[in-house]
């Protein structure tokens, strides 16, 4: 069964904080993809690699950075959280394909207080 | 740049009703079209592809076909149960497209009732 992993499914982070979420995938997959979703906002992307090491930032990159140092990683960094980045953080990976699906990690929900 | 628009929500259908969710879109090339559903407190997964003009996609009742003179892939469902209700997502991979070639749609919410 293919897998998207995400390390955490909720964190509570404090302001100022720098924070960490890792993806892995068992696919070996090129692309990998960082979202936030908000309500009415529906998925903006926030960073996607499509190799190792190779990044591009999407919407909203501001506020974040990605690493990828292997290919099945990829690390979504918040350099110093703030209120505003409270949201539902999904990952995801596919092929380079275009008449292929993206597969989702579960989740995570951060919360900065 | 490629794009995609679908039917603003929330969507709130009685147990068996008929379902139809519009999505349309603009690309270069020859995109591939896909719907994700999202269930409460999950990821997206995949419910049905489609990767050429007139295929149709299918998977647990619903149904979407791949319509390039109209540049449409509306999701429907003859009859939709209280299990369905989730957030449904448009989406589209093209060569031509920037941004990893994976675009969505803003989402719609459905709500059935029984």
């Known amino acids: 069964d293919v897998k998207v992993t995400q390390s955490s499914r909720y964190l509570v982070k404090r302001t100022g904080e720098k924070v960490f979420l890792e993806c892995v995938q068992d696919m070996d997959h090129e692309n990998m993809f960082w979202y936030r979703q908000d309500p009415g906002l529906g998925l903006r992307l926030i960073y996607f690699s499509y190799d190792v090491k190779m990044k591009e930032k999407g919407d909203i990159p501001e506020g974040y950075s990605v690493s990828r140092e292997k290919k099945e990683r990829f690390s979504l960094i918040l350099e110093s959280a703030s209120t505003n980045q409270t949201s539902m953080y999904l990952c995801?990976?596919?092929?380079?394909?275009?008449?292929?699906?993206?597969?989702f990690g579960q989740g995570t929900r951060l919360t900065v207080v | 740049g490629d794009s995609v628009t679908q039917m603003e929500g929330p969507v709130t259908l009685s147990e068996e009703a008929f379902l139809t969710i519009n999505c349309t879109y603009t690309a270069t090339g020859y995109p591939s079209l896909f719907w994700y559903v999202q269930y409460p407190g999950e990821g997206l997964q995949l419910l049905l592809k489609?990767?050429?003009?007139?295929d149709k996609g299918s998977n647990k009742g619903f149904e979407a076909t791949y319509r390039k003179e109209t540049t449409s892939f509306h999701l429907e469902k003859g009859s939709v149960q209280v299990s369905d209700s989730a957030v449904y997502f448009c989406a589209l991979r093209s060569y031509g497209g920037s941004q990893g070639n994976l675009i969505f749609g803003k989402g719609t919410k459905l709500s059935v009732k029984p």
């Open positions: 489609a990767t050429k003009a007139d």
């Open positions: 995801a990976s596919s092929e380079l394909q275009v008449n292929t699906e993206a597969f």
